[in-house]
């Protein structure tokens, strides 16, 4: 993970871009993170590509 672009207006933990390369997410204040590698719960660390492979996940959605 590494720090996005800032200057958003959407809500802490928005989806902002999910691609190949990795998932933006908007954090406070503006900031985004950008996550490039992750681990599914009971799951081996992957990177974006192979997670949004088998799970799309859509601009606009909010984690949690």
Do not use: K, N, Y
């Not at 990795?22 to 950008?34: D, E, K």
Request: with cysteine; aromatic share 4%; glycine share 12%.
């Amino acid at each position: 993970a590494r720090t996005g672009p800032d200057g958003h207006t959407a809500a802490p933990g928005t989806v902002l871009e999910a691609d190949a390369e990795g998932i933006l997410v908007a954090c406070g204040a503006g900031t985004s993170l950008f996550v490039d590698r992750l681990q599914p719960e009971g799951r081996r660390p992957m990177d974006a590509r192979a997670f949004l492979a088998s799970r799309p996940v859509p601009s606009g959605v909010t984690l949690s």
